[in-house]
Each structure stands twice: as structure tokens, then as C-alpha cells.
């Protein structure tokens, strides 16, 4: 078991589209485990692999008060939506923020589970907003682009006042330019 390092927008490697996992084998289940112990360290109710810089479609949540109810998706596939809520969210990736969001109110997602078997979940309410937060991460987008642009942009300076390298184009994409 380890705690990942989770990035913080606007930290461009969380725009990465994850690849859907083959097979689930021994490494899927430790980033699974690692997964999770990181999100009950933060605390948090969901983390994404994408978040940790993993770009494989991997991700954990646990909605329930005493953190005793893990859900591990493999390769999830959001199936069915309905409905309307509105939530306050918040991020791993953007700590300290919170702002309200659209999303279904009932999901039915399609994946596999740590032993590779495929399974279906029916989720509404905090468990179906969870679920479709952290798909999201696995196509690299973040609540945050949800927002106002004038929001989005005053939680990006903040951000990166906090810790300025973040979202930095890498030095070999600058060298030479000036
Ligand atoms: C996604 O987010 C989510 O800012 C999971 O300082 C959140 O676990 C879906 C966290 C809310 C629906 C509703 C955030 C921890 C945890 C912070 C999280 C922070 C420490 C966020
Ligand atoms: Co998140």
C-alpha cells in the first residue's frame, strides 16, 4: 500500500485521456488499493487515477459515512442518465474550492471490478454525482469547467499563487523559445 501524490489543477497532465485497461491484473489491483488509501488519507469520497497521474480508466469512490463501502471501477461506461440535481463539489485536484454543479440524478454505469469481472451499478443522489466526477477525470476534465469562465479563472490564480509551477508548460517545450 502507498499514498500517491495527487496533482493539483491547473497542472496540465490532468487534461489526459486514460486508456481503458486490458487486463485486470496484480498492478490494476495495487492501484486500486493505493487508491483508495490515498482518498481515505485526504480525506476524500473519490479519487480517479488520472489524479495521480496514472493514465489508465481506473477509479475508486466511497460515499458512506464510516468509509466502509469502497466501489473500484475498471473501465467504467456511464450506460443511462436522467433526471437533474445540483451539488456543491469539491476536488482532490483543487483543494480548497467548493462550487455548486449540474449533473444526472440516476446513472446506471457498466465496468469491471477488481477481480475483472464485469458488474452494473444503479446510483443516484452523492453516490451518482461521485461516479460521474471522477469519469470525468478519466477524460481529463475537471468540475471546475463547469463553472463561470470568471470562477474557473479566479481558482486558477489561487492555485497557482499556492504552488507556481503547476500548469507550467514542461522546460523542454521551452527551451529555445526565448
Ligand atoms: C468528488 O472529491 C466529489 O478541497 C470527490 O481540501 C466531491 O473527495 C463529488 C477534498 C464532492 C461530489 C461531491 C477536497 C479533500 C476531497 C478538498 C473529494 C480538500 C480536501 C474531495
Ligand atoms: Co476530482
Known amino acids: 500500500m502507498a499514498l500517491l501524490r495527487v496533482l493539483h489543477y491547473p497542472d496540465s497532465r490532468l487534461r489526459t485521456q486514460a486508456k481503458p485497461v486490458d487486463v485486470v491484473d496484480d498492478d490494476i489491483r495495487q492501484l486500486?488499493?493505493?487508491?483508495?488509501?490515498?482518498?481515505?488519507?485526504?480525506?476524500?469520497?473519490?479519487?480517479?487515477?488520472?489524479q495521480v497521474n496514472v493514465h489508465k480508466r481506473v477509479l475508486v469512490v466511497d460515499v458512506s459515512e464510516n468509509h466502509d463501502q469502497p466501489h473500484a471501477f475498471v473501465n467504467?461506461?456511464?450506460?443511462?442518465?436522467?433526471?437533474?440535481?445540483?451539488?456543491?463539489?469539491?476536488?482532490?485536484?483543487?483543494?480548497?474550492?467548493?462550487?455548486?454543479?449540474?449533473?444526472?440524478?440516476?446513472?446506471?454505469v457498466v465496468a469491471l471490478d477488481r477481480q475483472g469481472n464485469p458488474f452494473t451499478l444503479q446510483a443516484e443522489g452523492l453516490l451518482a454525482v461521485c461516479i460521474q466526477h471522477e469519469c470525468d477525470h478519466l477524460d481529463g476534465k475537471l468540475f471546475v469547467d463547469y463553472l463561470s469562465g470568471l470562477k474557473r479563472q479566479r481558482i486558477?490564480?489561487?492555485l497557482q499563487k499556492r504552488s507556481p509551477d503547476s500548469g507550467r508548460r514542461p522546460a523542454v517545450a521551452r527551451a529555445g523559445r526565448g
Do not use: H, N, W
Not at 79 to 104: D, I, K, W
Open 156 to 158: 486558477k490564480k489561487k
Open 32 to 50: 486500486i488499493d493505493d487508491l483508495l488509501e490515498t482518498m481515505y488519507d485526504a480525506p476524500g469520497i473519490g479519487l480517479a487515477a488520472t
Open 76 to 108: 467504467p461506461v456511464i450506460e443511462f442518465a436522467e433526471g437533474t440535481q445540483e451539488r456543491e463539489e469539491g476536488c482532490l485536484s483543487v483543494p480548497g474550492f467548493y462550487e455548486p454543479v449540474e449533473r444526472a440524478e440516476r446513472i446506471r
